[in-house]
């Protein structure tokens, strides 16, 4: 905005006649504005409306068409403190007999109390950190080998010298058990991942070294909590049984998973001799020199001409010797260089000598990985390799691989055979020895519940059961007590249903008819910011509330739709060839003259006791839903499916409004821009007319100056 000095000459309010002269255009504008602010306001309302429309539309409304939504079944049991059920609306009506056989159990091992030894033989706490071989009496540990097996899947597991506690707690969490070393009580817990009988774990030895690991760590268990063997011990006992058929099975499968594969191999020395390949071509089109030859020819002179540029800087021994490093390389003096000024020469010069042994010698590994994989695989026209293959012309590759595959594979299978015969050979040992439970370990067995329905057995590997639309979690064994479950339709749960269905209703359809009759907000308009001034804050905000509160006043959209949903509500609806309406079953508005102006549209339930205007009416609704619920049921879901499908027309996507939308909201931020650019039009308006005034009055100004500049010059010529 420019800024102008006027009436300087004139003595004239230069900008308050400007602005009286446009001010007729500024009221204009004013009055855009706020059109526009009213405008903005109503958007708000009824974006605030129709959320509660739509909110009600998809929820309970929409909900309730559906019969399915209303068939509430309740579940009670005899004695809870066996079992807790719930049921479903798939549950049959009726009571059923129920006894609870056993309960769901994790495997879950409590390790012994172990230690560990200092350099002087001294017991010290065990920590994360600590060797296994530390522990105290653990034994020789090395190359010891035990197995977990946890939901039928085998880790094997290989003891090192070096292996730490939390080394061998991570190798036992890989295999699916929860494991922690409490350092505090310097003991083990393990447990399974999940309750259950098919969920338990064990964890053995399949070595001497292994058995004394699981003895030093005090997790070698024989005897469960109950003094039956153990999940380890019928693991060996499983093992030590196998006949020699399931052994070649397992044989089999153990070498089927680790065996190479032909096609594999052959596509790895591809993937070498490509790989190589890349490295030589990159190396080769590098233009510092022509070919691998001039490279160590350049590498030779440059490391001929260093040598001889810093010869005396070499360091000597004692002797006079030149001194080497462990490579062989010539030792320099660096701190000499640097005090004669040539150590950052040096340092360029030896990086560059190094970056050129270091590509020859890249160059010349990579080479090799080519002339040593070439023989492997088939080259293309381009140069590249790809796997040799048996429908290749020349099979003679892929001969090769075939062969060396067969004699790995031989390894493979005879090492796999020796390490499952030495597994059986031991669990047989420990068989035989009936074990050693002495490390304190106690162990819980994974095992599963059972119940037993209307004399129907079920187990499963928690406690809680679902059958046939009851959900039932055992929570204690009821011994001889057999106990009863019944199952009814959920009257109360349905009325429930029907209230809070109302409730929502109640609340839209108040506000509704409350912004449909608000007071008139006639001769308020929202304010412009000189007229925010002059009042206080409280009063602003009163002021602009009149006006808010009356935006939907009379609107035709929002009477429409709430006396279409007064109309869809007070319908008669037939069911079984006789009709019914909410007053059928005790629902119904106050009268008339009874009610406040936006309640009239409110329903009450007669016998609610949350309700004082119909809580000490008798209770029709309960009534029909004790005797006949089927009815019920299907006039609230054909009264619903009315009020829902006209409510879904009304809010259908048209030229001036959104899908899901009541109001035109499409039409309101059309009218929005407009005024956008009415207010622009007109300020552009207002600043044409301002600009036309003040030239006017600069000339006036300039004219005036002129004669008072004339006027003094001849008073002087009189003077």
């Given amino acids: ?236 006992t499983k093992w030590a049984k196998y006949s020699t058929a399931e052994l070649d099975a397992i044989k089999q499968s153990a070498y089927e998973s680790k065996k190479i594969n032909y096609a594999d191999r052959a596509k790895s020395y591809a993937d070498k001799y490509n790989a190589a390949k890349k490295v030589v071509d990159t190396i080769d089109a590098d233009d510092t020199w022509a070919g691998i030859d001039n490279a160590k020819a350049k590498l030779s002179k440059e490391q001929t001409d260093f040598n001889d540029k810093y010869k005396d800087y070499v360091k000597k021994d004692d002797d006079g010797n030149d001194v080497k490093d462990s490579s062989g390389n010539l030792v320099y003096d660096t701190d000499k260089l640097e005090k004669d000024g040539k150590l950052t020469e040096y340092n360029a010069e030896k990086k560059s000598i190094d970056a050129l042994n270091n590509n020859i010698t890249t160059y010349e590994t990579n080479k090799k990985t080519m002339e040593d994989t070439a023989s492997y695989v088939t080259i293309k026209d381009d140069g590249s390799a790809v796997a040799a293959t048996a429908d290749d012309a020349d099979t003679s590759a892929y001969d090769k691989i075939v062969a060396e595959v067969d004699t790995d594979n031989a390894k493979i299978k005879s090492d796999s055979d020796a390490a499952i015969d030495a597994k059986v050979a031991f669990a047989k040992q420990m068989v035989s020895s009936s074990g050693d439970d002495s490390t304190g370990a106690v162990r819980i067995t994974g095992s599963d519940s059972e119940i037993v329905l209307n004399g129907a057995t079920f187990k499963n590997n928690t406690n809680n059961f679902s059958i046939n639309g009851l959900t039932i979690q055992a929570t204690a064994l009821t011994g001889n007590e057999t106990v009863s479950i019944t199952t009814d339709t959920d009257t109360d749960g349905i009325y429930k249903q029907i209230k809070d269905f109302f409730k929502d209703y109640n609340e839209l359809i108040k506000a509704m008819d409350t912004a449909y009759n608000a007071d008139s907000s006639k001769g308020y308009e929202p304010l412009t910011s000189d007229e925010k001034e002059a009042m206080t804050d409280d009063e602003v905000k009163e002021w602009e509330k009149k006006i808010k509160d009356s935006l939907l006043r ?73 005797s006949d619920p089927d009815t019920v049921v299907t006039f609230f879901s054909k009264l619903s499916t009315n009020l829902y499908n006209d409510l879904t027309k009304r809010m259908a996507s048209t030229s001036m409004s959104s899908i899901y939308t009541i109001y035109n909201d499409k039409q309101m931020a059309s009218e929005y821009s407009t005024y956008t650019t009415k207010i622009s039009d007109k300020e552009s308006e207002i600043s044409t007319w301002e600009d036309y005034y003040y030239n006017k009055f600069s000339k006036m100004e300039s004219a005036l100056a002129k004669l008072n500049q004339t006027q003094s010059s001849l008073s002087g010529y009189f003077s």
């Fill in 1 to 236: 905005m420019p800024i102008r000095l006027s009436g300087l000459s004139s003595g004239l309010d230069t900008e308050s006649l400007v602005s009286a002269l446009v001010s007729s255009y500024t009221l204009q504008k004013d009055n855009l504005v706020k059109a526009q602010t009213k405008l903005s306001w109503k958007q708000e309302s009824w974006k605030t409306m129709n959320k509660s429309i739509y909110s009600f539309y998809t929820g309970k409304l929409s909900s309730f068409r559906w019969s399915k939504n209303y068939n509430l079944k309740t579940a009670s049991v005899s004695n809870s403190s066996y079992a807790k059920v719930t049921a479903s609306s798939s549950a049959v009506n009726g009571t059923q007999t129920l006894q609870v056989n056993k309960l769901a159990a994790t495997g879950y091992l409590t390790g012994g109390v172990i230690s560990a030894t200092d350099e002087n033989g001294s017991k010290t706490k065990l920590t994360g950190d600590s060797k296994l071989t530390s522990v105290t009496g653990i034994g020789d540990i090395k190359d010891g080998k035990i197995s977990v097996r946890v939901d039928g899947s085998i880790k094997d597991i290989e003891i090192t010298d070096d292996m730490t506690v939390n080394n061998f707690v991570t190798q036992l969490k890989a295999s699916g058990l929860n494991v922690n070393f409490d350092s505090d009580n310097q003991r083990f817990f393990i447990s399974a991942a999940k309750s259950g009988e098919s969920h338990d774990f064990s964890i053995v030895a399949n070595n001497e070294n292994g058995l004394n690991t699981l003895k030093g760590l005090g997790i070698y268990t024989t005897k469960d909590s109950n003094g039956n063997a153990s999940a380890d011990m019928a693991e060996y």
């Fill in 554 to 626: 009379k609107d035709s959209t929002l009477g429409n739709t709430s006396t279409a949903m007064k109309t869809i509500m007070s319908s008669s609806i037939e069911v079984n060839g006789k009709k019914y309406s909410l007053s059928s079953f005790g629902i119904k508005t106050q009268g008339y003259f009874s009610s406040s102006t936006n309640e009239k549209g409110v329903f009450h339930i007669d016998g609610d006791s949350d309700d004082s205007v119909s809580s000490s009416n008798e209770d029709k609704l309960r009534a029909a839903l004790a």
